[in-house]
Nanobody, 124 residues
Framework: QVQLVESGGGLVQPGGSLKLSCTSS????????IGWFRQVPGKSREGVSS????????DYADAVKGRFAISRDSANNAVYLEMNNLKPEDTAVYYC?????????????????WGQGTQVTVTS
């Protein structure tokens, strides 16, 4: 059974940091692209970062470039999203998802399994 479980969200002040974890089971993480997405009420889900499996390339949304970093831990079947210099506009529910595409991509198209999400709130 394919499962993705996010953790690590919370409440943080502007300028602070959080590290989200996406722990997977039921499939081989080494052969799937993993993406991080976020959603706020009333808006569509948007791609934040993605890690491709074939050549290790990553992609980031312009809004998070230079502040967020995605990484893989194959030994623990996990993908992480390190978030630094957080801003109030980063507040959202963050989801991880898997895609059979070999290349990283930020569109929700092609992602077939999703986690339940973890809330990130950035406020003073």
């Amino acid at each position: 059974q394919v499962q993705l479980v996010e953790s690590g969200g919370g409440l943080v002040q502007p300028g602070g940091s959080l590290k989200l974890s996406c722990t997977s089971s039921g499939f081989n993480l080494n052969y799937y692209t993993i993406g991080w997405f976020r959603q706020v009420p009333g808006k569509s889900r948007e791609g934040v970062s993605s890690s491709g499996w074939k050549d290790g390339t990553s992609d980031y949304a312009d809004a998070v470039k230079g502040r967020f970093a995605i990484s893989r831990d194959s030994a623990n079947n996990a993908v992480y999203l390190e978030m630094n210099n957080l801003k109030p506009e980063d507040t959202a529910v963050y989801y991880c998802a898997r895609s059979g595409s070999w290349a990283p991509h930020l569109s929700t198209v092609g992602y077939d399994y999703w986690g339940q999400g973890t809330q990130v709130t950035v406020t003073s």
